[in-house]
């Protein structure tokens, strides 16, 4: 139980770390700030070739002084008109002009004024520039972050993937498996009893597929008979059986006692008739 669940656990870290590896959403987002952070840095540059340009001219200035030269000129005419013919000018008139002059005059100061600020302009829009240029850098970073991130969540994945083998692979170490089917016919422990690493907890025989032994004089005996075809004749409840089988080995050895080597030959037993300890008769073709 506690096995199935370490499994369960690695089985959701796994899940969780398959999430986080596959997440790009992180990525993405640090991705679309850079991405608009470079895009408000080119507005900046922008901002600044216009703002220089505008700082190198002086027009606005140089039309407002004009302008206030002609009026100062067109004042001059008419007081000097005034002062030779008497009455030939209003005073009302010289009044107006000598208004058009302060006011051209105060325009020349305004102008002179906004062409300061415009050259402070291209200070401001460096000063944004670096800010924003300290934002990419900074949005940069957290890309490389996310990225990096990213990898760790990839190689936390193949750790808990690994994990999730392990605990699965000690999950099946707690299981007892036969390492072929067959029949128990021993158990040697108890249930509830615990059992050392590498004890016998079952004998279990194959009746499926059965080995039989016999001997062979020596001179008869060829390692050119593993594979030939055997009979085995022998009696199973109460009436004569006959299995096809093969050689499957003919021993090395000779008994010095007999004269004779051990040789072994395996059948199917599909039945199920035939018993382990049963004696009978094998019959060797070799033709």
Not at 123 to 149: M, P
Not at 150 to 162: G, I, M
Not at 251 to 271: G, K, L, T
């Amino acid at each position: 139980e506690q096995q199935d669940l370490n499994v369960d656990a690695a089985d959701l870290n796994m899940q969780v770390a398959n999430l986080r590896a596959e997440d790009e959403t992180a990525v993405e987002s640090a991705m679309a700030q850079l991405l608009e952070a470079r895009s408000a840095r080119r507005v900046k540059e922008i901002a600044l070739q216009i703002s220089e340009t505008e700082a190198k001219t002086d027009v606005l200035v140089q039309i407002a002084q004009a302008e206030t030269k002609l009026r100062q000129m067109e004042l001059e005419r008419a007081t000097s008109a005034r002062r030779s013919f008497e009455g030939s000018i209003h005073k009302a008139q010289i009044d107006r002009l000598q208004t058009a002059v302060s006011k051209g005059q105060l325009e020349i100061h305004q102008a002179e004024n906004d062409l300061e600020v415009k050259r402070m302009k291209p200070d401001a829009e460096r000063a944004a520039i670096q800010q924003k240029n300290d934002e990419v850098r900074r949005y940069e970073a957290l890309v490389g972050q996310t990225k990096n991130e990213r990898v760790v969540a990839q190689l936390t994945r193949e750790l808990r993937k690994n994990e999730l083998q392990m605990a699965r692979l000690n999950r099946e170490r707690r299981n007892i498996r036969a390492p072929f089917d067959g029949v128990i016919v021993e158990i040697p422990g108890a249930e509830g009893e615990w059992v050392e690493q590498g004890a016998v907890v079952a004998r279990l025989i194959d009746l499926a597929t059965l080995r039989a032994e016999g001997f062979l004089p020596a001179q008869q005996a060829s390692q050119q008979l593993v594979g030939r075809p055997v009979t085995i004749r022998l009696t199973a409840g109460g009436q004569q059986q006959i299995l096809d089988g093969t050689v499957t080995m003919i021993s090395p050895e000779v008994d010095p006692v007999n004269q004779q080597v051990r040789f072994r030959a395996e059948f199917e037993n599909a039945s199920g008739q035939i018993l382990p300890g049963m004696n009978g008769s094998l019959t060797i073709k070799i033709n």
